[in-house]
Each structure stands twice: as C-alpha cells, then as structure tokens.
C-alpha cells in the first residue's frame, strides 16, 4: 500500500470492477445502502442528486411495494379535492381575491404542476404562506399587476430550475425558514380574526395585533357578530380535535367538516353572516395587458417578482423535503420540481390567477390516503375544476367565518409556537437568528425580514468559525501569546490586546506562536507583521513561529529538536534505526491529501513506544 493516498470525495468508496449487466434494477453502487440516497454520484433509483440524469432516476423504489392501485389513486384523489377546495377559497378570500382565482390556481397546481415528474406525492396550489404577501401587492400594485408578477415568478423559476439551482434553496439556515414560516402564521392568524368576526383587518400585522381588543368589544356589543365569531372559533377548535375522533369518520377532513357546519348554520333562520360572493369561473381569468406589461419598468415591481420567486420556491423545496421524509418511494428531483412549479406559476400569471407552492397539507393528505403514483395529485385539479364549473351555486353557502378560521388554524400551523423553546434548547445562537427573523417580518414586510434572517445566519455561522484561543505568560525574560483556531477579522480586537499585552511587558524577549492556527486571515496576518516590524524596531527581539506545511528541512529540524528536548528511556531491547521516511511535496491548495505511515509497529504495541516516538515526524 503506498503511504500517500488522495482522499475520496465519498467516504468509504472504493472503484469496484464493472458489474455484469443484468436484467433487474439498477444497482446502487458501493457504498451506498438505501434507495433514494441523495448523495452526489448516487445512481439507484429516486436519486436527487445533481448530475442524475440515468433512466432509472426517479424510479420507484423496492420499498415503495406492487403497482399502484387506480382504486386507490382515485380515493386518494377525493381526499385531497376535499381537504384543497376550503384551503383555495379561504387563501383567496385571506389574499383580498376573488374566490374563483383560488380555485383556479388549484386546478392548475394539480393539472399542470401535478402532471411533471418532479415530486411524486406532492400536491401544489394556493398556499396560505402567500397570502399577506399577495394581499400586501394587490393593495399597493393592484389585482391586474398580480399575474405579470406571478408570470415572470414562473419564468424566474424555470430558468433557475434549467440550470441546476433547486438544491440552492437548501443551503439556508433551518432557523431563518422556521423564523419565516413563524413570520408569515403570526400575522396571518391576527388578520384573519377580523374576517372571522365579519369585520374588515385594520391594515398592517402591527396594526391588526393593536386593533385585538377593539375587534373584542365589537364582537359582543354585535349578535350577529357574535355568531360569526364563534363559528370561526369552533372551526379552529375542530381543526385541533378531530383527528383524535375514534372511528374511519376522522378521515375526513376537518375544514370540510367545518364548512359543511357552517353551511347549516348559517342556513337557520334570523342567522345573517356573511358568505361567499361567487362568480363565473371563466369570467374571472384576467389575461395582463400591454399597460400591466409595461409596470415591469417600476422598480417595486421587480422587488415582487424577486420576493415572490425566492418565498415560493423555497416553500415548494422545504415542503418537498419534508413529503419525501413521509413515505419511501421516489425522492424529489429538485430542479425538475422547480421547473414543474416555474410553468404552473407562468400558467397562473397568464390567466391572473394567485401564486402556487406546494402546500403540506395537501401533500401529507395524499401520503395519508394511500396513494403511490401522480395520478391522484393530478386528478385532484380535475375535480376542483369540475366542482367549479358543475356547482358554483354551493360555494356561496359558505359562511367567510368559518375560511377565516380554517387559515387561523393554518396560520398557528406555520407560527409553531412549540419550535420556539425546542431552538432555544438546541443552540441558543440560531434561537436568536429564528426570532429575528420573525420579528423583522411582521414589522416589515417578507423580504426584508428573510435577507435580515440570512445576514444574522451568516454572521452566526462567521463567529462559530472564527473562534481564537489566545494564551499569554511571562516566562523568564521571554513574554509569550499562543493562539489556536481560526483567527479572522471578527476576532481582531482580541489579537491586538494579547499583543499589546505583550509588549507592555517590559521583557526584552517575545514569542508569537501562531502555529496552532488552522487559517489566519489577511487582516490579523497583517496586523502581526506589522506588530512584529515595530517592536523589532524597537530593538526588541521578537520571535515568530507562524503556520504553515513544513519543508523537509524544517521537519528534520523539528525532529531533531523534538529528540533532544525529549528525556527518553532505555530500550527493554535492541533497536534499530528506521530509514528515513520519504515524503512527497507538499500537494496544492485545491487538494485532499492525508499521508499513511506504513512501517510495522516496532516490538509488541505498547512496549516499543519510545522507539515508535523517535521516528522522523510524518507530513500531513
């Protein structure tokens, strides 16, 4: 075995000699043990890591069992359209929309978005984590503005899908998503307890939190009032209870089951709350115009295009990864999926439709409900699409009370209040990344809160990387600062003491060991040079031992060295000198390298320590 060895960049992979080809499935190559591996290289089946492009990516897996069911993906369907038609109109309604742009918007997630090969079980429409946004661009760009921003969204999105950018979105601190999905619920919760009481949100997150109380005092002074409210608070109470309803009733979705309430309800006599207003479904397509086009020369437009694209493709992604973890057949394929979400949301746009991500709720009711293939995502779209245009008269029934609660409950869901003490246990540093970025987003807007969340993230992850110990001690005439770990810029402050410490020691003598410094960076290489330079001038001598790979000279140096400074015993019996190691040169910056010491161990392991010890050092 040679005594250098160029470092895999798969740990524990070795080239295996070519497999006979064979009839069956792909192997998944050395090394790795499970289908559905996202590791880089990975070949078996559902691999979503960069470069798969083999015909057997995206395959079902061994453990995803027999063929789909058509029985099954057609229930699994039903239950999806079910718990998606009160989550398109109560996010349309929460959007300041018209209810038939929800349901669109649905349609085409599962007809279009639902039809690409990107993520098998994952269920896209309007989700309630646009909807403050999309209501906070209607109110200040206007309804016909929505789809050019939508539109180029989706482009925006195909291009980033084109060129291998969807693990992107995964290279983002999971406390700043956390904080953006607590900063998008906690509002969305506040604003729509107005529409849940039948009154109109005040205006801003921090508007409509102040305005609580008053909202309250209204409530009871108003019957009517009264009766909304309370539909809306038993529609949020449903929604945490039932699935704990014992029977195969629980299986239906609660919001629907809520509705459904509501509808009877508000059917009785003397109760007038308020309901739906229903269009014609075709009525309300609203195509962008030349005018609406020629806005893209407005500087804020182009802000919500950005805003949009980077909240709704990182909404698909982390609700992508988070479906792949519910079942065990074929693993997301991310930049397929982000071109599957890009066309639906240029689709949208086209038509003025709302954005569309992927929702969870949808997603897990299709886990939940059996179904294995993308038939039941897509079939989903076809019965929103033929509800809409079969029954409209039915979705005027519905109480607005009770979509409001469904997106309270929705926005409790995204708050995840238990996330908070759970950060807080974990890393107390990304704790406070996570409220920042919760902070910033209900006191601002979503975009500035997520770029604030990120800079915190960075600068986290900057300070845990530059962590410097330094040690000063005065020794003899000698007065002497060690450091160890990375010294940059951020630790500066630090540095500059411990030298100037140094030299107001009065002693004629200074050692600067740097040499267990793994990277020192310009600023503080610089700043000891030249703390070097002065007191040099000084005329005090000054010794520097700075990092680096040692040469040949300086290791025999040190190996010298090392032999006379250390006492060494007599031998329990005869040694004999080792030929010097041979050690190649030093390889660059851009490679891996680590050095074998192949020479057998002398006499029995733990009795020829000191002859093992007086060995020449080995380069690493």
Same mark, same amino acid.
């Given at each position: 075995?040679?005594?250098?060895?160029?470092?895999?960049?798969?740990?524990?992979?070795?080239?295996?000699?070519?497999?006979?080809?064979?009839?069956?499935?792909?192997?998944?190559?050395?090394?790795?043990?499970?289908?559905?591996?996202?590791?880089?290289?990975?070949?078996?089946?559902?691999?979503?890591?960069?470069?798969?492009?083999?015909?057997?990516?995206?395959?079902?897996?061994?453990?995803?069992?027999?063929?789909?069911?058509?029985?099954?993906?057609?229930?699994?369907?039903?239950?999806?359209?079910?718990?998606?038609?009160?989550?398109?109109?109560?996010?349309?309604?929460?959007?300041?929309?018209?209810?038939?742009?929800?349901?669109?918007?649905?349609?085409?997630?599962?007809?279009?978005?639902?039809?690409?090969?990107?993520?098998?079980?994952?269920?896209?429409?309007?989700?309630?984590?646009?909807?403050?946004?999309?209501?906070?661009?209607?109110?200040?760009?206007?309804?016909?503005?929505?789809?050019?921003?939508?539109?180029?969204?989706?482009?925006?999105?195909?291009?980033?899908?084109?060129?291998?950018?969807?693990?992107?979105?995964?290279?983002?601190?999971?406390?700043?998503?956390?904080?953006?999905?607590?900063?998008?619920?906690?509002?969305?919760?506040?604003?729509?307890?107005?529409?849940?009481?039948?009154?109109?949100?005040?205006?801003?997150?921090?508007?409509?939190?102040?305005?609580i109380p008053g909202l309250f005092a209204d409530v009871l002074t108003d019957p009517q009032a009264m009766i909304a409210t309370l539909l809306g608070i038993a529609t949020v109470v449903l929604s945490f209870v039932w699935k704990k309803v014992p029977g195969p009733v629980k299986r239906i979705p609660?919001?629907?089951?809520?509705?459904?309430?509501?509808?009877?309800?508000?059917?009785?006599?003397?109760?007038?709350?308020?309901?739906?207003?229903?269009?014609?479904?075709?009525?309300?397509?609203?195509?962008?115009?030349?005018?609406?086009?020629?806005?893209?020369?407005?500087?804020?437009?182009?802000?919500?295009?950005?805003?949009?694209t980077v909240i709704a493709s990182a909404e698909s992604l982390f609700t992508a990864a988070a479906v792949d973890r519910m079942h065990s057949g074929p693993r997301t394929r991310y930049n397929t999926e982000l071109i599957a979400q890009g066309a639906g949301n240029t689709i949208a746009g086209i038509?003025?439709?709302?954005?569309?991500?992927?929702?969870?709720?949808?997603?897990?009711?299709?886990?939940?409900?059996?179904?294995?293939?993308?038939?039941?995502?897509?079939?989903?779209? /076809?019965?929103?699409? $033929?509800? =809409? +245009? &079969?029954?409209?008269?039915?979705?005027? *029934?519905?109480?607005?009370? #009770? @979509? %409001?609660?469904?997106?309270?409950?929705?926005?409790?869901?995204?708050?995840?209040?238990?996330?908070?003490?759970?950060?807080?246990?974990?890393?107390?540093?990304?704790?406070?990344?996570?409220?920042?970025?919760? /902070?910033?987003?209900? $006191?601002? =807007? +979503? &975009?500035?809160?997520?770029?604030?969340? *990120?800079?915190?993230?960075? #600068? @986290? %992850?900057?300070?845990?990387?530059?962590?410097?110990?330094?040690?000063?001690?005065?020794?003899?005439?000698?007065?002497?600062?060690?450091?160890?770990?990375?010294?940059?810029?951020?630790?500066?402050?630090?540095?500059?003491?411990?030298?100037?410490? =140094?030299?107001?020691?009065?002693?004629?003598?200074?050692?600067?060991?740097?040499?267990?410094?793994?990277?020192?960076?310009?600023?503080?290489?610089?700043?000891?040079?030249?703390?070097?330079?002065?007191?040099?001038?000084?005329?005090?001598?000054?010794?520097?031992?700075?990092?680096?790979?040692?040469?040949?000279?300086?290791?025999?140096?040190? =190996?010298?060295?090392?032999?006379?400074?250390?006492?060494?015993?007599?031998?329990?019996?005869?040694?004999?000198?080792?030929?010097?190691?041979?050690?190649?040169?030093?390889?660059?910056?851009?490679?891996?390298?680590?050095?074998?010491?192949?020479?057998?161990?002398?006499?029995?392991?733990?009795?020829?320590?000191?002859?093992?010890?007086?060995?020449?050092?080995?380069?690493?």
């Amino acid at each position: 075995m040679s005594g250098a060895h160029a470092r895999s960049r798969g740990p524990g992979r070795t080239k295996a000699a070519p497999a006979p080809k064979s009839t069956g499935p792909k192997s998944t190559g050395p090394g790795n043990t499970r289908p559905g591996s996202t590791g880089p290289g990975n070949t078996g089946p559902g691999n979503t890591g960069p470069g798969n492009t083999g015909p057997g990516a995206g395959a079902p897996s061994a453990k995803s069992g027999a063929k789909p069911d058509l029985a099954t993906e057609i229930t699994a369907s039903l239950v999806v359209f079910l718990v998606a038609l009160p989550l398109c109109i109560g996010v349309a309604v929460a959007s300041g929309v018209p209810a038939e742009l929800g349901i669109i918007s649905g349609v085409i997630g599962g007809l279009v978005v639902g039809a690409v090969r990107g993520s098998t079980l994952q269920v896209s429409g309007p989700a309630a984590g646009l909807a403050a946004l999309v209501a906070e661009t209607v109110a200040e760009h206007g309804l016909a503005m929505l789809g050019v921003i939508v539109l180029f969204s989706g482009i925006l999105q195909i291009v980033l899908g084109v060129v291998r950018l969807g693990r992107m979105f995964q290279a983002i601190s999971l406390a700043v998503v956390q904080g953006m999905l607590a900063g998008i619920g906690l509002p969305l919760m506040f604003s729509q307890a107005y529409p849940m009481a039948d009154a109109k949100a005040p205006g801003t997150p921090i508007e409509n939190m102040a305005g609580i109380p008053g909202l309250f005092a209204d409530v009871l002074t108003d019957p009517q009032a009264m009766i909304a409210t309370l539909l809306g608070i038993a529609t949020v109470v449903l929604s945490f209870v039932w699935k704990k309803v014992p029977g195969p009733v629980k299986r239906i979705p609660a919001a629907l089951v809520a509705v459904a309430v509501g509808i009877v309800v508000a059917a009785l006599p003397g109760v007038d709350v308020k309901t739906l207003q229903v269009g014609n479904l075709l009525a309300s397509v609203r195509v962008p115009g030349a005018d609406e086009f020629a806005g893209l020369a407005d500087t804020a437009i182009l802000t919500s295009i950005l805003t949009f694209t980077v909240i709704a493709s990182a909404e698909s992604l982390f609700t992508a990864a988070a479906v792949d973890r519910m079942h065990s057949g074929p693993r997301t394929r991310y930049n397929t999926e982000l071109i599957a979400q890009g066309a639906g949301n240029t689709i949208a746009g086209i038509l003025g439709a709302l954005p569309i991500t992927a929702v969870v709720a949808r997603s897990s009711a299709n886990v939940q409900a059996g179904a294995k293939t993308r038939i039941s995502r897509t079939l989903h779209g /076809l019965w929103l699409l $033929a509800f =809409a +245009l &079969l029954l409209p008269q039915v979705l005027a *029934l519905i109480p607005i009370s #009770v @979509l %409001a609660g469904v997106l309270v409950y929705s926005g409790w869901k995204l708050f995840a209040p238990e996330e908070f003490p759970k950060m807080w246990r974990q890393d107390r540093g990304e704790f406070v990344v996570m409220t920042v970025t919760t /902070l910033v987003i209900v $006191a601002t =807007a +979503l &975009l500035e809160g997520v770029l604030i969340g *990120l800079a915190a993230g960075i #600068v @986290l %992850a900057a300070l845990r990387m530059s962590r410097t110990v330094i040690r000063q001690h005065i020794e003899d005439d000698t007065a002497k600062v060690v450091m160890a770990g990375n010294a940059t810029f951020l630790r500066l402050p630090q540095v500059i003491e411990a030298l100037e410490s =140094a030299a107001a020691s009065g002693k004629p003598r200074i050692r600067l060991d740097l040499t267990g410094v793994t990277h020192l960076d310009h600023a503080c290489r610089n700043q000891v040079e030249e703390f070097t330079a002065q007191q040099r001038g000084l005329g005090l001598r000054v010794e520097l031992l700075m990092p680096g790979p040692a040469t040949g000279a300086e290791a025999g140096a040190a =190996a010298s060295a090392a032999a006379a400074a250390t006492p060494s015993e007599p031998a329990s019996g005869p040694t004999q000198p080792y030929p010097p190691a041979a050690h190649p040169s030093p390889p660059g910056p851009d490679a891996e390298w680590f050095y074998l010491d192949t020479r057998p161990m002398p006499g029995e392991y733990g009795r020829g320590y000191d002859d093992y010890a007086g060995r020449p050092p080995l380069v690493g």
